[in-house]
């Protein structure tokens, strides 16, 4: 089916999008399935004739958002039966994860969710500022402000030459 | 002339029109350190999207392809591997889901999410129970309400855009109550992946807004301090 056969066609760069925002390739794949799974229930409300692969990029990041804010409530009931341990943002699993990332990966890692998925759509993925701030439902202005200060953020991290 | 940094970066990704990126033109042929800045934005670019360019170079592994197959039932597979994905801490979630359980509970009450109060219509019920307490950062699973951004409107009142099955729209802050400034009536059968998605409501909130919508540490506070 048509469908089928553009989403299969939207993979490859789906996954890159996937591994930017998640920890680690693994993670990148299985959220990268959760997203299609997503879109095969919802494929009725996508319109025929709108641009299939901003609706798709939506969905995984609302998939994505989904899964971090699991992930943290998950962190808050640790937290809560160690509390004063100061074991919140499970920093053994981001160690674990830097040294296969590189600086680039680490680097990303380092962001605030809100500025990675900009980062993420803007300058990996390559949409202009207004279809990525379409894509996130965010005003342009916002997107902009987010984008600036994750920029800094990442040269600071890789070095002013990066 | 002085040349803000998002306009600089606006100006590297070629964002701009014609006239304006002139204007930075001019002001990098005098500064050097503008011209440098560009660089460096250019450079950051590069860098990222050369990082992750082999992912999309690579063959795609074949269980994500065979999701797509047409040979396959998609949605039968899709419980099974769903929990694949979300499989970590299930101890955890399983406490989660009770907190969420117990919310959930309190939501339901047979008024309406809404109530006229003297000439303005006024958040109740679940829909205030939203409002007041659900944070964008950490919505809680199965939310019937989903709260979008919380800005502060040029009088200094916290505004937040919401979204249900039912109706969607801007509430602010009046007199320990949220009022609805502007509604649309939800399409239950589009949900929520509309190709439109709330552009309107979006558009609305930034005409409101004075600055910048608050970050999730800020709507946390914001929460905390009781909306004030």
Redesign the interface.
Known sequence: ?PF??D??AL???L??FA??LARD?AD???????A??RA???RD???AG?RLDS?MY??MR?CWI??A??????GQ??VAEDAGLGVGNDGHTRTEMAVEL?N??RA?AKL?D?QREV?AL???E?F??KEAA?IL???I??L??R??RG??A??VH?G??? | MTIDPEMLMAYADGELDPLSAKRVEKAMAADPALAERVAAHRALRATLAGHFAPVAEQPVPARLAALLDDAVVPIRAAPARRRNWLSAGNLAAMAATLVIGLLAGRMLEPAGPVASRQGSLVAQGSLAQALDTQLASAPPTGAATRIGLTFRDPAGALCRTFEDRALSGIACRAAGEWTLRRTTSGDAAQGAYRQAGSAETMEAAQAMMAGDPLDAAAERAARDGGWR
């Open positions: 089916m089928e056969r989403l299969l993979l490859p760069r996954r890159r591994q930017s390739p990148g794949d299985d959220l990268c399935q959760a299609i799974e095969l229930k919802a409300q996508w319109q709108t609706w939506r969905i609302n989904d899964e804010r699991a992930r943290t409530r998950r009931t640790f590189g680039v990966g990303m605030p809100e980062i803007v300058l990996v390559g202009a500022y379409e439902e965010i005003p202005g916002t902009t402000s984008l600036c920029r800094d990442l040269m890789l002013e030459a990066a």
